[in-house]
Each structure stands twice: as C-alpha cells, then as structure tokens.
C-alpha cells in the first residue's frame, strides 16, 4: 500500500474544503514546510489539510523522517504562527475581505482552480503541487484571474525587450486580459506598468511575503498594484525570498495565466523556468524575437526552435493564441448543451477526432484534426481549461463530461431523442 | 488523350539528352520564351527537346494559339540568334569549357540534377518546371554546387541584416558550402562578400544575362564571383531584367540550394517568394529573427509563425539543418549497401517507419518516428535529396530503391542470405 493510500487508511476520506479548519491547517501546513514541497502536496491531495495535520500532529510512521521533522516544526512554530497570522489577516472566504492582506484556500469562492493543474504534472527540480494556498493584496478578486497573459523576462532586459514587454502589457490590459508577473527589475516591471498605464488589473506574484516590496526599489509599484490589482505570495507576510522560492513562485504565475510570453531571456534565464511550467501546464507557450546579435533574445530563440511556442511579435498575435478559446468557454459555461455551435473550427475538429479512452499525443491529434502541431496544442490547452478534454502522462483524450455532451449533440443533430 | 499524349504519339519517344543536338535544341527553345513557360516545360519533358523543337516548327495543332506564336518566334528569331550565340559561346560537355561563358543543359557532365526536382512541383504564379539550360560564366563546375546553402532577403536592409548575412555566409564557406544568392543590393550582395571574403565559392543567379551587371554598382561583385565562382542565367546573354524574370530566376536559387535561409524580409518580399520555393521543393527553409520593432523583420517571422521553417541564429544551426544529411549523403553515393550505418539516428528512424506504397504526411511521419515535426521535414529533405525518399501530393514514402535496399539490408542483419 502506498504511503497516500496508508494515510487515507488511518485518516479517513473527509476531505471537506471551504471551512475556516480547512484554512486554518492549510496556513499551519504551509507554515511548516517551504513552497512546492511534492511529499506534502500529495499527502493533503490524497487525504485533505484537516486530516494531514491530524496524521502530521500523531506522527504517523507513514510519513518517515519527514513526518519528524513537520512534527517538530508543526508543534512548536507553525501552530502559534499561524494564530498569531488570523489575528491580524483575514481569510477569504466570499472575497468580501478583499480590502485587506487575506489567506485565500482551495474550495472558497475566490480560489483561482486553474491553480489545481500543477496538482497533475511532474516535478520540476523537486517542486510540484497545487499550492495549499495564497496570500492575497489588493482589490481584485483571485477567481476573476481567467483570462490572463503571463510576460516574464530577464531581469537585464534591453530598452528593446522592456519596450516590448509594456506594448504587449497594455494590448493585453486593454483588451480585458489581466497581466501576471514577478515584479522583477527588467522586462517584469515593464509588463506591469504596461498595464497599469492602461488602468488594467496586473497581479504580480512574489518569492517574498506579500507584504514586503521585493526588490526594494519596486515598493511604489507593488503598492500601485495593490491598489489595483494583486500581489500574492505563497509564503507568509514578512517573509524574504530565497533561490527556492523564486523558482516554487515561477510554477505559480505559469500556472494562474492562459498562456506565457517570454521576452528577452539569456540562455539559462530563470525565466525559461516560468515558460517550462507553462508548457508542462497545458498553457500556450510564446516568445518575442529578437537581434541574434543580442545575448538577452539567445534563450527566447533557443526556445523557439525547440518547437511546441509561438512566435509572437505583436499584441494581437498574443491574444490569438490564448485569446480565442477562453472567449468561447465563458460562453460554455452558461449553456453547456449549445457547446458545439460555440466552439470554433479548430477546437470542433479536435473534440471530433479526441477519444472517451485512448490517450493521444498532440502530433496524433495534429495529424487527425489536420491542424499544425502548435495550433493542436493551442487548442487542447483551451478544450483542458474548458474542462472538455484532459491530459495525462500518455497523452490528451476527452473528458467524461465531454464524451456525454457530444453524444447528445450528436444525437440531437441526427434528430434522434436524447 | 493529352496534349503531351498526342505530341508523344507524334514525335516518338527519342528523348536522349547529352548530344549537340539536344543542347541547340535547348537554347532555341529558351530563346523562344520567357524562361519557367509551364506548358514548354511539360512538353519537354514528354517528348524530349529535339521533338519539341520538331513538332513547333511543323506547327503541330496539339500545340494550339501558343503553338503559332511559338513557332514565328523559333523561326523569325530564335534559330539565328541561337546560331549567333553559338558562334560565340561553347556548348558545356565535361565541364572543361568552365573558362567562358558557356550553355550548360541536362544529360551533360556539368549539370546540376537537383534543378529537375522543379519538374515536380506546381506551378507558382504561373512558372514552373526544370531550366532548358543555363548559362553559366565562371570556373566552378555546376555539378559540384551539391552542399549549397541560399541565403537571400530584403534590399532594403539595416546594418544588422547584413551583418547576420555576412557571417553566416563566411560560416558556410569555410565548411565548405557553396553560397547561392541573387546579387542584389542588401542581404544577397552581404551573403556574396561573406563567402568572396572566406574565398569560398558563390553563385549569383541572375533575372538579366549572365554577362550583364545589375545591378550596374555590383559590377565588380560579380565580376569577382565570376573569378572564383559562377554566374547563372537562364536568359541569354545581353537580356535584360524583368518581373517575370526576377519571379522565374527565385526557382532557380531555391532548387540549386540544399536549404534555404531568409535574413530580413518585409511582409510581402520578394525573398519570401524564394522561400516558398524552396519549401515546395522539399528544402530545408530557414529564417533569421530581427526585432519585432523591425519591419524588415516582418516578412521573416511571418514565415516562422506559418510554421514549417526553422529559426537560425547562428551558422553552425543553418549547417545542422542541411548539413548532416548532405554529408551522408555523399557516403551514400559512394556505398549503397552501407546506407543504414551512415544514416543518422534521425534518418534512420523516418527510413524505419516510411512505408513504398501509401504516401504519410509529415506530422504522421513525426509521430511515428517519435520525432518533431520541424525534424521530421528536415530529415525527409535529406532522404528526398538522397533519392531515399520521394514526395507526391498525397505525402511521403520510400524510393523503390531504398525500400530494396532496406530489405537487404535487413536481411544481412537478421543473418538470411542476401
């Protein structure tokens, strides 16, 4: 029996979220260990945060040496912790509490699920999981964070690349699309203040506390953003940023956006990390070009001719591959039985040849759908958020949900009774 | 029964190349038309130029309206101007006339096979197929250009775009790579002088005669390229430049090149148009980003967005491209029998999967050789070139010949008896 399945065992299956003791031991939880730990993410999936510190609290022989050392660490830092925390913050629950710095957990109504994807896909340098949850500043409503655009890039980024960032920043703002970043120097800062310039919302999620302006000369930006938008962090108020948590803090702006654009990166730049995640995610995968002379556009060309990313050069190109089927799935979820008739060509030629069962890769798809690789991708990445088609390690296939659909809507073009 | 059907029961079937009369018969008929006449160009290859010249002057009604005004033209002009050309000018045989201007046609030592893979492809505004000939000034032997890279794109380029050409021209030539180009100003004179500077060999093919200068400021160019290198033509000597001319002229550099690479280009550039020919033909089509603030960049990152086409940054990526197999190809020519152990793993595994009868498209062959799409299309130009593999309208498959020679291959592995 599987170390999950020896916890569900001993713990139970109530995995009830959306309640304060919910919260409560999902902010102990993450008190306790650093971001993106993969053993703890799989255990709270497995058996829920109420039961995982219950088992984490009995030290249940389970969870080995780790189980120890969260013991120690639960028992005589993160309990008092995060009581000391509720004394001061809020936690979200209808998102009422949006004036404040705010705990916001899975199974609340502001909880962005698009977060869950990361609790699908492999590690990543040793950091995986859906987070157990966010520390939130500023008006915005985290559930509202659908459509967006994540413009990442070097921190050493060219008066080119910071000029291009801000022009495809204030594209996507205007165009209703949120923005999210790292509030890094360079091409981050410019994609934030290209959508503030718009008055449009930008979230900018940090490796520090919320609350702490990272890096220093930034702290009027990231009040301006939380007088608009969101800073959020997935480690606690006050806390500094370390290696670890930059790159835990990159899985999350790959996985809050529709899509990711990368513009000006060297080779190795952490911001290829963000754009890994996103691929990982099912997300849209883009690049800016730029000079082949310029050392800041090498990892962006590098990974262009990788294959599988877009190459964007200008606002409208963004918004046309992340944009198009985030459109149709707010129509898709008012009137699921009119689905076909919303969908557009790619993505009906894809849900006609995806199956119930047999997992494919996005090539077979491509081929079948005849569609060129990156629009097959496109488009299953859209189907997924939708969540009318659905991806596992062998391949993309329908969902339940969305085999049942279509064969009601197939049975009713063919005038058969449904 | 066809018009080419009704010219064959006519004429016979004599179509022998090679011969003296063969190569006059070519250059009356180049001097006849306007250079990629799709319809000449099927009937040559039907009945052989001698026929065709044979059964225009007798006015054969097959031939319809163009019939009439081709045969005034043979007779009024293109009979005595070939006979005037010829006084002047020698016939290519074995390549030892490389000093002077000199007629070069198929069948002979000289000519460079892959020039009839345009007798394969589609018309593209209205020019199709195979040269009759072409006029060549220069001492290198048209044959050798096997390992050529074309390099080509805007006039109107910026300092960057000719830098970019010019070095990865140098690369080229000093790994031994013949550069084919066009001799225009910008990026084709900047790809000319990168290799001239390496002395490595250049072609420069040209939409005027190949003794003409244009334009006029790259008379010492082109001379020089003469020295070392070759200027081609597939107009006579004297003729001055057209539209159509420059149209006709862009097949020839696509079709002599093993890979083509576009370095700056606005949308609608008349390089794109090279590039088109060279994906229809099987090459390897490649283009050199530029900062998307660049509207001499637009044309080339329009070309990588469509897909199909490999971003390069460097010479050592435009190498790798049509490198590899170019090389082994070579290996193979000299042992066809040691085919597979020569083979990259790439080529390998598309040899593997392609079958000798029902034709795959290109991502079927990616999937199935677990390859990317763009490798896949870079490894079956290789194969194509090679004579490996062959393309028809409904996708790819084996050559008869590498399909016996798979089989045998397989046989001496598995120990059966060859």
């Given at each position: 029996m599987s170390e999950e399945g020896q916890l569900a065992a001993a713990a139970g299956?109530?995995?009830?979220?959306?309640t304060f003791e919910d919260a409560r031991a999902r902010l102990e939880l993450s008190l306790m260990t650093e971001p993106g730990d993969p053993r703890l993410a799989a255990v709270v999936e497995a058996i829920g945060a109420v039961q995982t510190r219950h088992v984490v609290l009995e030290g249940h022989c389970a969870l080995g040496d780790a189980g120890q050392r969260w013991r120690a660490r639960l028992r005589e830092h993160a309990i008092g912790r995060a009581e000391q925390l509720l004394e001061r913050h809020p936690i979200s629950t209808s998102g009422a509490e949006r004036s404040a710095l705010r705990w916001v957990c899975p199974g609340t109504a502001e909880w962005a699920v698009q977060l869950e994807d990361l609790g699908h896909v492999e590690p990543l340098q040793r950091l995986a999981g859906s987070p157990l949850g966010l520390w939130a500043r500023g008006p915005l409503h985290l559930a509202a964070v659908a459509d967006s655009v994540a413009i990442v890039g070097a921190r050493a980024a060219t008066s080119y690349g910071t000029q291009v960032a801000g022009d495809l920043a204030a594209h996507c703002a205007r165009h209703g699309f949120t923005v999210v970043s790292g509030a890094a120097f360079g091409i981050d800062a410019a994609a934030h203040r290209g959508a503030l310039a718009m008055d449009g919302p930008t979230v900018a999620v940090l490796a520090s506390g919320a609350d702490v302006a990272y890096p220093r000369a930034h702290c009027a930006m990231l009040d301006r953003i939380a007088d608009t938008g969101l800073v959020l962090s997935e480690v606690a108020p006050g806390s500094t940023p370390t290696k670890m948590r930059f790159l835990a803090r990159n899985r999350l702006i790959a996985a809050l956006s529709s899509g990711a654009v990368i513009v000006e990166a060297a080779h190795r730049s952490g911001a290829l990390n963000t754009l890994n995640w996103a691929g990982r995610l099912g997300r849209v995968t883009m690049g800016v070009p730029g000079p082949v002379t310029s050392s800041s556009s090498a990892g962006v060309h590098q990974l262009l001719r990788e294959g599988g990313s877009v190459l964007v050069t200008r606002g409208d190109e963004v918004l046309e591959a992340v944009g198009t089927i985030g459109r149709h799935t707010a129509e898709v979820r008012r009137g699921p039985e009119r689905m076909l008739d919303l969908l557009d060509n790619d993505a009906q030629a894809v849900l006609e040849v995806l199956q119930p069962r047999a997992p494919w890769g996005v090539a077979t798809v491509a081929t079948r759908a005849e569609l060129s690789v990156d629009e097959a991708l496109r488009t299953l990445s859209g189907l997924l958020v939708s969540g009318l088609a659905e991806r596992s390690d062998d391949g993309w296939r329908l969902t339940r949900s969305a085999h049942e659909q279509l064969r009601r809507s197939r049975g009713a073009r063919d005038g058969a009774p449904t």
């Open positions: 299956t109530d995995r009830s979220t959306g």
